[in-house]
C-alpha cells in the first residue's frame, strides 16, 4: 500500500471527517501499541461517546421496564 496516497485522500477530508479520523487513529493506537495505552481522560469525548454507544453497553436504559421512577417519587427539597 502506498502511504503517500493515503495521506492524500486524508488531505482532501472536510474538517469535521478529519475529526473522526483523528479520533480513530488514537483509537488504533491505543489498541494496538502495547506499549503506551492513554488514561481515559486523553481519549475524546467525541470517541468515547461513539464507542459506549457501538459497545451497546448502555442499551438498558432504553428499557421501558427500567424506568421505574416518576416525577412524584421522592421527597421535597
Known amino acids: 500500500m502506498q502511504y503517500v496516497y493515503v495521506l492524500e485522500k486524508i488531505q482532501t477530508l472536510p474538517e469535521p471527517l478529519l475529526r473522526e479520523v483523528d ?3 488514537d483509537f488504533l493506537l491505543a489498541r494496538y501499541v502495547p506499549e503506551r495505552r492513554p488514561i481515559a481522560e486523553e481519549y475524546p469525548a467525541a470517541l468515547l461517546t461513539r464507542l ?3 459497545g451497546r453497553s448502555f442499551d438498558w436504559l ?3 421496564a427500567e424506568d421505574i421512577y416518576s ?3 421522592g421527597e421535597e427539597i
Do not use: H, L
Open 52 to 54: 459506549s454507544a457501538a
Open 23 to 25: 479520533d480513530f487513529i
Open 62 to 64: 432504553n428499557d421501558p
Open 71 to 73: 416525577d412524584v417519587d
